[in-house]
């Protein structure tokens, strides 16, 4: 990996913006995101089949999150149709010519009203199983070829809380090079297969802060901590409590929800 790190990073990035529209950017430029924290310092944090698990306990699942379905037919879907009688985002339906059938990220409340479409066969679950982006710009966290994750199959992976000490080795560099290096302002390298933190030889490394896992709602359509990792407790901003506007991008303003509660 690291003899290729540079490679790795760049193929990540590319993945990363093409997908997401979203590059590297300096401090006082980046945009501020809304995301449910899903995983606390001192969680072990981990994604089986989609659900997410912190301490080997499954988390409820949000009322309002999306997964992706696979919608095998007998013939066309109406994206406008299916727009203004279930609210179904045009861009987030997607033919699927490889298994012959539409990608849509719906709930599961509407995955139960498109079943009942006479022009529908079967909907099951989209998901990528570990291993699936082998070969590929690798562009799950830690975007390392030896760890096999995928959204959907995530982990186990440790949360640093402050004050932490934790073994380092090459195996679990990965992990935590970012936070180390990045969040923590340290010089870190790998010379000769030994780890060097500000120029000392280091077997462990002392956390600063804590660390949290962030997802979005829309569980196939976010760009959260399964792309780029932990989010450290001086990224926080805040909790969200309102929205102050709302526009559809296919409708247009949406009063319904203009100066609600963030539910």
Sequence with gaps: F??????????????????????????DKRENYIKRCIG?????????????YANDVKIDWPEYAQMEYLVKT???LNPKLLKEQYDLNPSDINFDSENEGYLISMPEETVEAIQKLGVVN????SLKEKG???????????????YDWTEDNFGPLYIPKKG????????NLPLYERAIEVY??????????????????????TFKQDYFMLMGDNRHHSADSRFWGFVPEDHVVGEAVFIWFSKDPYTGIRWDRVFSLVK
């Design 132 to 146: 699936s982006y082998a070969g590929t710009s690798m562009p799950i966290f830690p975007n390392d070829p030896n």
């Design 2 to 27: 690291w003899a290729n790190k540079a490679k790795y990073e760049a193929a990540a990035r590319g993945f990363f913006e093409k997908r997401y529209g979203i590059k590297a950017r300096p401090l």
């Design 184 to 205: 923590e302002a340290n010089a870190l390298e790998v010379k000769d297969g030994k780890i060097y933190i500000n120029g000392e030889l280091a077997k462990s490394y």
């Design 74 to 76: 007998n013939g066309q």
């Design 122 to 125: 079967d909907i099951s679950l």
């Design 164 to 171: 932490d000490v934790i073994d380092l080795d090459l195996a």
């Design 40 to 52: 606390m310092p001192g969680d072990v944090f981990e994604i089986r089949e989609g659900l997410v």
